[in-house]
């Protein structure tokens, strides 16, 4: 049917979603307990080895300085915690409603409050599938200027720096996409294959590094879309024939066509 979904884009998050709360929990938890040590122990001067003559710093500088690492802890503890939001891990079109659905890592922030108090900037959620936000197509866009072609041979080349088709200068090709939104911060997309992480390389550094990297990538999203919606045979065939980490792409070429570079200043 003309009408029913079509994804034309599956990929992994470039870590996995547990590795970021691992890091987000050290964080907050180091920050915290070590805010709460500065708020008993602070003491001036600072670095005196004469422990008989310091003396305990004021109660407002304790606790103000324990406070102030104690936030900026957490604040880059919620970073970690964040980021899986905007990792992009299926792409689905959706002709009936004229919409572009982007899956994620995770369920965004706002999801977990309750329809009246969410922010009329989000982008609203797919009612069937928490994790994927909808868009008008005309509000996504690609920001970064890396061409299909430039990726597959970067990726045929194993990470070796390709002639750019717009400067004509060799350059070292990003390994993903980054998908921006005009109303708030964008998507990143993992494209690039596997073979990029060289795992039989003969240098072992080389070898163990590229086995560690992709040890910490996710799998391919190959859920099915909300809906009842199965897979369609070329993604069966795909996921039959890819690494379990490999990103999929229905046409690579006419997704660089379908979101387009532009900036998002000059849409103001």
Known sequence: MASAPRVIFRGPPGMRKAIYYFIGSVF?????????????????????RDVENTKLAPPMLRYATGG????TAGALGMFFFWTPTRLATRVTLYPAIRQVGIRTAARPFHSFLPTSMRSKKSAP????????????????????RTSAVEIEQYA?????????ATSGKRQKVPSSILLGEDASFGYQLEASPTPMFD???????????SRFRLGLRGDTDWSKVAGGHALSDAELTARQQL??????FLDR???DRLFPVRSYKSEK
């Not at 102030?68 to 936030?71: N, Q, R, Y």
């Not at 959620?125 to 970064?144: G, M, Q």
């Not at 795992?199 to 590094?209: C, D, E, P, V």
């Open 156 to 164: 045929q080349g194993k990470g070796i720096r390709v002639v750019s």
């Open 253 to 255: 070429r006419n997704f």
């Open 199 to 209: 795992t039989k390389a003969k240098n072992l550094y080389r070898q163990y590094w």
């Open 125 to 144: 959620l797919n009612p069937k599938d928490p994790c994927e936000r909808l868009h008008t197509l005309s509000a996504l866009y690609r920001r970064d």
């Open 28 to 48: 907050t938890g180091a920050g915290s307990y070590q805010g709460y040590l500065l708020t008993q122990h602070l003491s001036w001067p600072l670095f005196s």
């Open 243 to 248: 690494h379990p980490k490999d990103p999929w």
């Open 68 to 71: 102030g690492i104690g936030l």
